[in-house]
């Protein structure tokens, strides 16, 4: 019987691995080759080094990156110009002549040097099997539960299957090629790139050496020096070196080690010696059993991802291929689709952005092209900051860490483009940076005057110690914090007609209305002026906690007062700009005006309900269909607004082939976002957003369950994070209602809980029920001023879902269980 079982299960694990019958619900599979479409490939990556694998037969590409292999070297680019300027733009601001302000911004202001360097590609591993043209039984994965790729396919009657990732521990990339068969595996290796300053060669029998340097851009020169080392390995059969690649002939199994450096030290130091550091990385992984580096490397990154468990349920339809999957979608009930796109968001930062490395850019860690779409930089009015969304929400704080650095730095290299620019004392950035800190404005006035970059950054230092209650963190952001504050201090400017303070020039990120002339430059734009606000609010407030800058903090109050307050237009809309010159038929990509929703907490439908039901028309009079990363953002809008159904509208609207919808974005078969071309926060989105359906954090309480869709009639989930310390231990639901949750506090102090139906204590304690302003000062809402709405509006408040408000005191390191009534 037992020897039954035996060779049953060994068929059904030939019939898995040789068909692809896969059903693991965290798993991207494929049936067919990725042939030369970069965005079929799958990506693995390590915070530091990253490669796209193609699982191709006859001619595998490992297309490979690096995080510091950007072109240039250290630079500024801002215009000392613009200070002289300064006051001449504003006047014609203020006067209405918009174009001629931002004519004389394009003259004076826009930077008239480098408008931001690229991140490069080092090369490709190229693998080539003669004779592998007829094959069968093919398939590929990535598995994001562990961050490791397989391809598998017949040829002749042997099985050759391929194993790779990127190891955490060891930063370098392992591949394990074998055959069923002894003496079965011949192939050339090669390294290749696209550099044309480049060196290649073989070191010894067994090593392929790529050296090259990075790009010379927009007048800066190129000095970043990188080097690729591939070791290789074998079992059995030889090794031949031919010119600049190798032969391997009739072995058994043969690993390959990838090693990549640079000469990069930090934004302004390019003096290491990428050589030896290359080569350090080779030498310590090199002698260790492949077994055992894939062992270590899934503990470490299970570390992190196993942190977050979700569960919607599954179907028939999770047995598809994922580009199957993908198509069918929108048409089909998928359930734990949504869980694995989720979770591949979290993969993806887990990959992309550790500890001592360089955030996620545009494209994450990921590009092929030495000259990427806005060069895959960082544009920091929108898409760096949803890149970490989901950082200390999905249990990645770590993750967290390399934006919170470059914010840091920001703060240093920003405070010469503040003085020199401006006349400003603190630090600023406009809307982009990129790997050598640049903080001047680029692209061009309609994109590039806003100033409002750095303000948005300095949340996420607030943010951390939210979700932490570190005060020792806090305390070494705070002068970064504290800087953004001085910077808008010094340059608001009283405007002559309402007499308000506003950020003039500024404007509603890459959007204009077209009552200014198609001139984007303005005074007191809504999204400025709430990120004002947010930046007075952290600043006052960590002040307060640290005991710090009465005088200042005193300031800052006085001037929150005189900001000017969001304004409800003829429309019941959230105006975008002071003027009330929205158009209800925009459906430009950028919603920025929305950022008081999300991600700040101005607005609430429990403290301001009629701009609340504002933000709904201004959603509404957008539409759903746009780019990516746009659809990302408004899943978390709508997660906001309370309304599942249309949140999941929207993540089936993001999970569709691109070109589905004309003028839309999607995604590809790879699931990265498509904006289109692919960019990243679209996926880091998606996975905010859902956690937002679920659960959110930011109006005062822990809110369980804020807009499950129908379609999550039912499900678990364990491990996302609140603010205050607070930790979703395990939570489910069933038709929509609260059946358990169990929440664990890291801090201790009060826990409001907001929830759709009535819970008690598990232990039969009553709960009380809760009233006025949280006390927990990790919940804190700063109150707003009273919108000004236009006599035209008929706005009137939503009917929104009932709930329940309890509070109950917790002790740090104690868990605490709930059931339902």
Same mark, same amino acid.
């Given at each position: 019987?037992?020897?039954?079982?035996?060779?049953?299960?060994?068929?059904? %694990?030939?019939?898995?691995?040789?068909?692809?019958?896969?059903?693991?619900?965290?798993? *991207?599979?494929?049936?067919?080759?990725?042939?030369?479409?970069?965005?079929?490939?799958?990506?693995?990556?390590?915070?530091?080094?990253?490669?796209?694998?193609?699982?191709?037969?006859?001619?595998?590409?490992?297309?490979?990156?690096?995080?510091?292999?950007?072109?240039?070297?250290?630079?500024?680019?801002?215009?000392?110009?613009?200070?002289?300027?300064?006051?001449?733009?504003?006047? +014609?601001?203020?006067?209405?002549?918009?174009? @001629?302000?931002?004519?004389?911004?394009?003259? $004076?202001?826009?930077?008239?040097?480098?408008?931001?360097?690229?991140?490069?590609?080092?090369?490709?591993?190229?693998?080539?099997?003669?004779?592998?043209?007829?094959?069968?039984?093919?398939? $590929?994965?990535?598995?994001?539960?562990?961050?490791?790729?397989?391809?598998?396919?017949?040829?002749?009657?042997?099985?050759?299957? $391929?194993?790779?990732?990127?190891?955490?521990?060891?930063?370098?990339?392992?591949?394990?090629?074998?055959?069923?068969?002894?003496?079965?595996?011949?192939?050339?290796?090669?390294?290749?790139?696209?550099?044309?300053?480049?060196?290649?060669?073989?070191?010894?029998?067994?090593?392929?050496?790529?050296?090259?340097?990075?790009?010379?851009?927009?007048?800066?020169?190129?000095?970043?020096?990188?080097?690729?080392?591939?070791?290789?390995?074998?079992?059995?059969?030889?090794?031949?070196?031919?010119?600049?690649?190798?032969?391997?002939?009739?072995?058994?199994?043969?690993?390959?080690?990838?090693?990549?450096?640079?000469?990069?030290?930090?934004?302004?130091?390019?003096?290491?010696?990428?050589?030896?550091?290359?080569?350090?990385?080779?030498?310590?992984?090199?002698?260790?059993?492949?077994?055992?580096?894939?062992?270590?490397?899934?503990?470490?990154?299970?570390?992190?991802?196993?942190?977050?468990?979700?569960? +919607?349920?599954?179907?028939?339809?999770?047995?598809?291929?994922?580009?199957?999957?993908?198509?069918?979608?929108?048409?089909?009930?998928?359930?734990?689709?949504?869980?694995?796109?989720?979770?591949?968001?979290?993969?993806?930062?887990?990959?992309?952005?550790?500890?001592?490395?360089?955030?996620?850019?545009?494209?994450?860690? /990921?590009?092929?092209? #030495?000259?990427?779409? /806005?060069?895959?930089?960082?544009?920091?009015?929108?898409?760096?900051?949803?890149?970490?969304?989901?950082?200390?929400?999905?249990?990645?704080?770590?993750?967290?860490?390399?934006? *919170?650095?470059?914010?840091?730095?920001?703060?240093?290299?920003?405070?010469?483009?503040?003085?020199?620019?401006?006349?400003?004392?603190?630090?600023? &950035?406009?809307?982009?940076?990129?790997?050598?800190?640049?903080?001047?404005?680029?692209?061009?006035?309609?994109?590039?005057?806003?100033?409002?970059?750095?303000?948005?950054?300095?949340?996420?230092?607030?943010?951390?110690?939210?979700?932490? %209650?570190?005060?020792?963190?806090?305390?070494?952001?705070?002068?970064?914090?504290? %800087?953004?504050?001085?910077?808008? &201090?010094?340059?608001?400017?009283?405007?002559?007609?309402?007499?308000?303070?506003?950020?003039?020039?500024?404007?509603?990120?890459?959007?204009?209305?077209?009552?200014?002339?198609?001139?984007?430059?303005? @005074?007191?734009?809504?999204?400025?002026?709430?990120?004002?606000?947010?930046?007075?609010?952290?600043?006052?407030?960590?002040?307060? !906690?640290?005991?710090?800058?009465?005088?200042?903090?005193?300031?800052?109050?006085?001037?929150?007062?005189?900001?000017?307050? #969001?304004?409800?237009?003829?429309?019941?809309?959230?105006?975008? /700009? +002071?003027?009330?010159?929205?158009?209800?038929?925009?459906?430009?990509?950028?919603?920025?005006?929305?950022?008081? +929703?999300?991600?700040?907490?101005? !607005?609430?439908?429990?403290?301001?309900?009629?701009?609340?039901?504002?933000?709904?028309?201004?959603?509404?009079?957008?539409?759903?269909?746009?780019?990516?990363?746009?659809?990302?953002?408004?899943?978390?809008?709508?997660?906001?607004?309370?309304?599942?159904?249309?949140?999941?509208?929207?993540?089936?609207?993001?999970?569709?082939?691109?070109?589905?919808?004309?003028?839309?974005?999607?995604?590809?078969?790879?699931?990265?976002?498509?904006?289109?071309?692919?960019?990243?926060?679209?996926?880091?989105?998606?996975?905010?957003?859902?956690?937002?359906?679920?659960?959110?954090?930011?109006?005062?309480?822990?809110?369980?369950?804020?807009?499950?869709?129908?379609?999550?009639?039912?499900?678990?989930?364990?491990?996302?994070?609140?603010?205050?310390?607070?930790?979703?231990?395990?939570?489910?639901?069933?038709?929509?209602?609260?059946?358990?949750?169990?929440?664990?506090?890291?801090?201790?102090?009060?826990?409001?809980?907001?929830?759709?139906?009535?819970?008690?204590?598990?232990?039969?304690?009553?709960?009380?029920?809760?009233?006025?302003?949280?006390?927990?000062?990790?919940?804190?809402?700063?109150?707003?001023?009273?919108?000004?709405?236009?006599?035209?509006?008929?706005?009137?408040?939503?009917?929104?879902?009932?709930?329940?408000?309890?509070?109950?005191?917790?002790?740090?390191?104690?868990?605490?269980?709930?059931?339902?009534?």
């Amino acid at each position: 019987m037992r020897k039954k079982l035996i060779i049953f299960l060994f068929f059904i %694990g030939i019939s898995i691995s040789g068909f692809g019958q896969n059903t693991n619900d965290l798993k *991207l599979w494929y049936n067919t080759p990725s042939g030369s479409v970069w965005e079929n490939a799958l990506p693995i990556g390590n915070g530091f080094q990253a490669a796209m694998v193609y699982g191709n037969v006859e001619k595998e590409i490992f297309q490979l990156n690096e995080h510091t292999v950007w072109s240039g070297s250290p630079n500024r680019n801002d215009n000392p110009n613009a200070l002289g300027a300064l006051d001449s733009v504003r006047k +014609l601001i203020f006067e209405g002549e918009y174009k @001629a302000a931002e004519n004389m911004a394009n003259q $004076r202001i826009i930077t008239k040097k480098s408008h931001g360097q690229m991140f490069q590609p080092v090369g490709n591993l190229e693998l080539t099997f003669t004779g592998h043209e007829n094959f069968s039984n093919y398939y $590929r994965e990535l598995d994001i539960e562990n961050a490791t790729t397989k391809t598998s396919y017949t040829v002749d009657g042997v099985t050759y299957t $391929r194993e790779a990732f990127t190891s955490f521990p060891d930063r370098v990339m392992v591949i394990r090629l074998s055959a069923d068969k002894p003496g079965k595996l011949s192939f050339s290796a090669a390294l290749t790139t696209q550099h044309t300053k480049n060196d290649i060669k073989i070191n010894g029998n067994n090593e392929l050496s790529l050296w090259g340097t990075t790009s010379d851009h927009e007048g800066v020169e190129g000095k970043v020096e990188f080097n690729a080392l591939g070791r290789i390995k074998t079992d059995g059969g030889t090794i031949t070196p031919n010119d600049n690649s190798v032969e391997i002939k009739n072995a058994n199994s043969v690993t390959i080690f990838v090693s990549i450096a640079s000469n990069f030290n930090n934004y302004n130091d390019i003096s290491g010696d990428e050589n030896q550091r290359a080569k350090d990385y080779m030498d310590k992984a090199f002698n260790k059993n492949f077994d055992d580096m894939k062992v270590a490397h899934i503990k470490a990154y299970q570390k992190y991802f196993n942190r977050v468990k979700l569960d +919607l349920g599954s179907t028939e339809a999770s047995k598809l291929p994922t580009n199957e999957r993908l198509n069918n979608f929108r048409n089909t009930s998928d359930p734990s689709f949504v869980t694995l796109y989720y979770q591949f968001g979290r993969y993806l930062l887990i990959s992309s952005s550790q500890p001592g490395g360089q955030p996620a850019n545009l494209q994450g860690i /990921w590009n092929g092209n #030495m000259k990427p779409a /806005w060069d895959s930089k960082y544009t920091i009015n929108i898409n760096t900051e949803m890149n970490y969304w989901p950082a200390e929400k999905t249990n990645l704080s770590e993750m967290h860490e390399p934006l *919170l650095k470059l914010i840091m730095e920001l703060s240093e290299t920003g405070k010469e483009t503040a003085r020199v620019m401006y006349g400003a004392g603190g630090w600023m &950035a406009h809307h982009n940076t990129d790997i050598w800190r640049i903080t001047g404005p680029l692209d061009g006035s309609f994109w590039g005057i806003w100033n409002g970059g750095g303000g948005w950054l300095s949340q996420h230092l607030w943010e951390r110690y939210l979700y932490t %209650g570190d005060k020792t963190y806090l305390e070494s952001a705070y002068t970064a914090i504290k %800087g953004a504050a001085e910077f808008y &201090a010094d340059f608001l400017v009283e405007h002559p007609t309402y007499k308000w303070l506003v950020v003039a020039p500024g404007n509603s990120p890459e959007n204009a209305p077209k009552e200014h002339q198609g001139a984007s430059i303005t @005074a007191g734009s809504t999204m400025d002026n709430q990120i004002v606000f947010d930046v007075f609010s952290s600043t006052i407030n960590a002040a307060e !906690i640290l005991g710090k800058d009465k005088a200042f903090v005193e300031k800052l109050k006085t001037m929150k007062k005189r900001l000017p307050p #969001m304004h409800i237009g003829k429309h019941n809309q959230i105006q975008e /700009w +002071l003027d009330d010159v929205d158009d209800p038929n925009d459906n430009h990509r950028h919603i920025s005006h929305l950022y008081g +929703l999300y991600p700040s907490n101005q !607005i609430s439908p429990y403290s301001n309900p009629k701009l609340f039901a504002a933000a709904k028309n201004t959603l509404l009079h957008r539409g759903d269909v746009s780019t990516g990363w746009s659809m990302g953002w408004k899943v978390n809008w709508w997660a906001k607004m309370q309304d599942g159904n249309h949140a999941y509208k929207l993540i089936q609207n993001q999970l569709m082939p691109l070109g589905t919808v004309r003028g839309g974005g999607g995604t590809y078969n790879n699931l990265f976002d498509a904006h289109p071309p692919f960019q990243i926060d679209g996926n880091f989105g998606c996975t905010s957003g859902i956690t937002e359906m679920i659960m959110q954090s930011s109006d005062g309480a822990v809110h369980l369950l804020p807009a499950l869709p129908d379609n999550f009639d039912k499900g678990t989930i364990a491990g996302i994070l609140a603010r205050g310390g607070f930790e979703i231990s395990n939570m489910v639901w069933e038709n929509h209602k609260l059946v358990s949750v169990e929440i664990k506090s890291n801090l201790g102090g009060n826990l409001r809980l907001r929830t759709p139906n009535e819970i008690k204590s598990k232990a039969g304690k009553k709960l009380k029920n809760a009233s006025g302003k949280n006390p927990n000062g990790f919940f804190v809402v700063n109150d707003i001023a009273t919108p000004i709405i236009s006599e035209a509006s008929n706005i009137e408040p939503l009917q929104i879902k009932p709930t329940f408000l309890y509070d109950l005191q917790t002790k740090k390191g104690e868990s605490y269980t709930f059931v339902v009534k």
